[in-house]
């Protein structure tokens, strides 16, 4: 049994587009059949939201039914977005006004992603070690926040710029929770990648926040790496790495680097955590919308079926968040050369936590 008392747990679930339906069904699934004999109980509110909404109603996220979701005591969020070739959207728009303004204004800065490499998985990598890491990307500044625009447009001196934002409060905060997240851990390293080389207004900041932080966490080994070194690093060396903290946009590139090589996109979980619980937190796979294979049942919900565990975790309910994790564990070691449907791998790791 739980630790966490007793409690109906309000969810908002958005499953949005393309794959992120299929792979939601499976994470419900999963946190219905966990929570059936535990004192937690979900009541669900879904919210048709994303780039299908979009084309149908011409809404991205209306002020009310932000509102609405600010009510709720966490968020399970699918993928949202149109295939990249698609002109019938415009590029970001629904990236930008759905899930960026949620990130935003529900004031996620921690965008928490874990790494690992569970036994039985084949990770594409000769010698991938042990690999058990976290990334601490932060959620609310960077490249993401939309500070640019275009000059000239559609003539041959054409500008554009993409400011990336940094405050000191803003990584102070994601600093500062890196550091806890890593004195948790066993191995206490953290790694601060950035690229000061370069980009040396921000690079410095994080440099001189980190630097500054360190001393209240003196059994924290500190290492430094620039963003495209850490790529290197993460394909030959991937054990070396234990919490990373980073930007919004080196963050997000990275995780998918490390989704790779602890054996695919599929298995790579999220939660956008507002630390101080103002707002709720909101729980989605790594991955997007992968319109590719969307419809077809051929998307692996093992990453939403991650995050819905991750927000067990975060709302205090371990025991479950821990069966989650270890039906996922064992049905990952057991899955070479199976080809299943979305729906059966979710009933398989539904059925192991009930
Ligand atoms: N959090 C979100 O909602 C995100 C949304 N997007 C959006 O999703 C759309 C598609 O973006 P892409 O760049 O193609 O990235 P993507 O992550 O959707 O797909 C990249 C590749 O990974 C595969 N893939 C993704 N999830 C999978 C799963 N669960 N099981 C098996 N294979 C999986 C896809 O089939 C595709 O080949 C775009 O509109 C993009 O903006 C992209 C990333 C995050
Ligand atoms: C706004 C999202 C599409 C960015 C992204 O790719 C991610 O958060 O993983
Ligand atoms: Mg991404």
């Given at each position: 049994m739980s630790e966490a008392a007793s409690k109906v747990i309000s969810l908002a679930v958005i499953p949005g587009d393309g794959i992120g339906p299929e792979v939601t069904a499976e994470a419900v699934k999963v946190l219905t059949a966990v929570t059936k004999d535990s004192p937690a109980s979900f009541d669900l509110t879904e919210y048709s939201l994303g780039a299908e909404h979009w084309l149908q109603?011409?809404?991205?996220?209306?002020e009310e039914t932000l509102a609405a979701i600010k009510g709720h005591d966490a968020i399970l969020f699918g993928a949202v977005g149109a295939a990249p070739g698609d002109t019938a959207i415009p590029s970001g728009l629904i990236e930008r006004e759905l899930l960026l303004k949620l990130r935003f204004n529900l004031d996620h800065f921690v965008n928490l992603r874990p790494s690992k490499l569970f036994p039985g998985v084949a990770s594409p990598l000769a010698n991938p070690g042990d690999i058990d890491f976290i990334v601490v990307r932060e959620g609310t500044?960077?490249?993401?926040?939309?500070n640019g625009g275009s000059l000239r447009?559609?003539?041959?001196?054409e500008i554009a710029t993409e400011v990336s934002l940094n405050t000191a409060y803003g990584v102070e905060r994601v600093v500062r929770d890196a550091f806890r997240r890593a004195n948790d851990r066993p191995r206490k390293k953290l790694t601060l990648v950035h690229k000061h080389n370069v980009l040396v207004y921000a690079g410095k900041l994080w440099k001189r926040i980190v630097d500054e932080v360190a001393p209240e966490f003196p059994n924290v080994a500190v290492d430094y790496l620039h963003v495209d070194a850490a790529t290197i690093f993460l394909t030959?060396?991937?054990?070396?790495?234990?919490v990373i903290v980073t930007d919004n946009l080196f963050g997000d590139i990275l995780t998918d680097l490390a989704a790779a090589v602890t054996g695919g996109i599929g298995l790579a979980a999220s939660g956008n955590i507002n630390m101080e619980g103002t707002f709720p937190s909101m729980f989605e796979p790594v991955?997007?919308?992968?319109p590719d294979i969307?419809?077809?049942?051929?998307?692996?919900?093992t990453a939403a079926i991650l995050s819905a565990a991750l927000l067990l975790h975060h709302l205090g309910f371990h025991a479950e968040a821990e069966r989650v994790e270890q039906a996922v564990e064992a049905d990952v070691a057991g899955r070479s050369g199976q080809a299943r449907k979305t729906a059966e791998i979710g009933d398989a790791i539904a059925a192991a936590v009930s």
């Open positions: 109603t011409g809404e991205t996220l209306p500044e960077g490249p993401y926040v939309g447009t559609g003539t041959a001196h030959t060396d991937p054990s070396r790495f234990d991955h997007g919308s992968a969307a419809g077809q049942q051929k998307a692996d919900p």
